[in-house]
């Protein structure tokens, strides 16, 4: 599975990102899809995924109410509406892919977003 995300930039505090992640290659029996986030000098972070079937979704408390996860099977594709954003949600971004419920085992290139105060 490859991971294309995309959506990343520079905005100022309360404004609004949508990221997007395209998977390509053996994507079936895809079980969910994360985003993830690393910000400088700290660890790699969950902050929300999506079941492929169903459409469950996870948030970390830190993004809950504020960001949004959703996903087109028909484009393999997952996006993450980022709203009301805060400097300390500048990071890089990673979407990760779990097939089969094996763990995150496919992950993305990453897309920084930076929030100005």
């Known amino acids: 599975v490859q991971l294309q995300a995309s959506g990343g930039g520079l905005v100022q505090t309360g404004e609004s990102l949508k990221l997007s992640c395209a998977a390509s290659?053996?994507?079936?029996?895809?079980?969910?899809m994360g985003w993830f986030r690393q910000a400088p000098g700290k660890e790699r972070e969950f902050a929300a995924s999506?079941?492929?079937?169903?459409?469950?979704?996870y948030y970390a408390d830190s993004v809950k109410g504020r960001f949004t996860i959703s996903r087109d099977n028909a484009k393999n594709t997952v996006y993450l509406q980022m709203n009301s954003l805060k400097p300390e949600d500048t990071a890089v971004y990673y979407c990760?892919?779990?097939?089969?419920?094996?763990?995150?085992?496919?992950w993305g290139q990453g897309t920084q977003v930076t929030v100005s105060s």
């Open positions: 290659g053996r994507t079936y029996n895809m079980y969910k």
């Open positions: 990760a892919a779990d097939r089969n419920n094996f763990g995150y085992n496919y």
């Open positions: 999506i079941r492929w079937s169903g459409g469950d979704t």
